[in-house]
C-alpha cells in the first residue's frame, strides 16, 4: 500500500507529470462514457487484493466525487456481454434485480480478484493540498448525498427482529490525505469509512463486521429458536387419550388429522396403544364369527331311517322295511306280507 504514498507524494516522478507514478485506469460504462480510476493499488500479502484510488488536489468539488462515486457504482452493477439470457431479461425486467446476482456473475469479477469482502472494489478518495475543514465539508457532503452507493441496507429475512446486520454490497469508499499517509504509512490507522466514525487502518474499515457473517449467526441462532418455539407450541396441542391419559404419539396425532386416515382411525379421541386394543378386540370378534360360520351343519338322515328309528326294528323282515316279501317263510308269509 506504500504504492500510493511513492506514487502520490513525488517521490516517483514522471517527466512533469505533477501527481508521479499515474496509472489511468478505465472502466466502460457505456458506448462513450469512461470512468477512470489515477490509480490501482494491489497488496494481497496486506489483506487489500485490490483498491481503485482517486486523488483530490483541490481540483475536484464534492459533488464532482460523489458522480465519480455513483460512476464506479454502476460500473459495479454490470453484467458481462456473454452472461446467461436469464440472467438479462431478469435485470431488464426488475429494477432492482441486479441486487440479487451474486458478485461472481457480474462484470467488475472479471477484471479484478475478489476482495475477500462484501461489496465492490474498495475505493479510495485521497486528499491532498488542501485544509482540514475543506476536507471535513467534502467528505461530508459525500457521505450524505453519496449515501444510495455506497450505504449498507437491511437484510431481507423471515427474522427481521431477531437480525440486525447489515447487507454491505455495494460501494466500499475510504478518505483519508495524502499527508497522513506521507507521514504514518498506509498501513497506520488513517483510513475513514463513510458512515463511520474515527479512523483505524485500511483493513479495518475495509471489514464488516456487522455484515454477512453476522448475518448467517443471527439467521441461525433465529431459526433454531424459531423452530423451538413452534415445537413448544406444537406440543401444547398434542391431545390426550381419554382412556389412559397418555399423550397421543405422532403418528396417532397425524392418523386422525388427515383427512386421507382420519375416516379410518376409528375413536378419535383415544391414543395409539388403546385404538391397537380396540383393532384387536375388533380382529378378535371377527375371527370368531368367521370360524362360527364356517362350522358344518348336522346332516339330516334319510326317511327309511327315520321310520325304523321310530317303529323299532323288523324282525320279520316286514313289508315297510325291506319293500319285498320275505324269503323262505313260506306261503302263510306271503300272504301275510300281502295283508300288510
Known amino acids: 500500500m506504500d504504492t500510493v504514498i511513492a506514487a502520490h507524494s513525488g517521490n516517483h516522478r514522471s517527466g512533469n507529470n505533477p501527481l508521479g507514478f499515474q496509472t489511468e485506469i478505465g472502466h466502460q460504462l457505456g458506448s462513450s462514457s469512461v470512468q477512470r480510476a489515477d490509480l490501482l493499488a494491489r497488496a494481497p500479502e496486506a489483506g487489500v487484493p485490490v483498491l481503485l484510488v482517486e486523488v483530490d488536489r483541490r481540483t475536484e468539488d464534492a459533488h464532482d466525487l460523489i458522480a465519480k462515486l455513483r460512476r464506479y457504482w454502476e460500473w459495479g452493477r454490470l453484467l458481462p456481454k456473454d452472461a446467461a439470457k436469464r440472467t438479462v431479461d431478469l435485470v431488464r425486467s426488475q429494477t432492482d434485480a441486479i441486487e440479487r446476482i451474486d458478485h461472481d456473475k457480474r462484470l467488475w469479477r ?125 406440543e401444547a396441542q398434542r391431545p390426550v387419550c381419554s382412556r389412559c391419559g397418555r399423550k397421543f404419539s405422532d403418528e396417532r396425532w397425524e392418523e386422525i388429522t388427515v383427512h386421507r386416515t382420519a375416516v379410518r382411525a376409528g375413536d378419535k379421541s383415544v391414543g395409539g396403544a388403546c385404538r ?37 326294528p323288523d324282525p320279520g323282515g316286514s313289508k315297510g322295511s325291506l319293500g319285498e316279501p320275505p324269503r323262505g317263510s313260506g306261503m302263510f308269509s306271503f300272504v301275510t306280507w300281502c295283508r300288510a
Not at 188 to 196: H, I
Open 110 to 234: 472479471r477484471v479484478y480478484p475478489p476482495t475477500g469482502r462484501e461489496g465492490l472494489v474498495p475505493l479510495a478518495f485521497v486528499f491532498a493540498d488542501t485544509t482540514a475543514a475543506k476536507i471535513a465539508n467534502t467528505v461530508a457532503v459525500l457521505t450524505e448525498a453519496g449515501r444510495r452507493s455506497w450505504a449498507p441496507r437491511r437484510y431481507d429475512s423471515l427474522y427481521a427482529k431477531a437480525v440486525t446486520a447489515l447487507d454491505y454490497r455495494q460501494a466500499v469508499p475510504v478518505v483519508t490525505t495524502l499527508e497522513q499517509l506521507t507521514e504514518h504509512g498506509a498501513g497506520a490507522a488513517v483510513w475513514r469509512r463513510l458512515g463511520r466514525d474515527g479512523a483505524q487502518t485500511l483493513t479495518a474499515e475495509l471489514d464488516n463486521p456487522e455484515g454477512h457473517a453476522l448475518y448467517r449467526a443471527q439467521e441461525a441462532r433465529a431459526e433454531a429458536e424459531d423452530k423451538r418455539r413452534r415445537a413448544a407450541e406444537r
Open 276 to 312: 391397537a386394543d380396540d383393532i384387536a378386540r375388533q380382529e378378535a370378534d371377527a375371527e370368531a364369527d368367521r370360524l362360527a360360520a364356517a362350522a358344518p351343519e348336522p346332516e339330516d338322515e334319510p326317511d327309511g331311517a327315520v321310520a325304523a328309528s321310530a317303529g323299532g
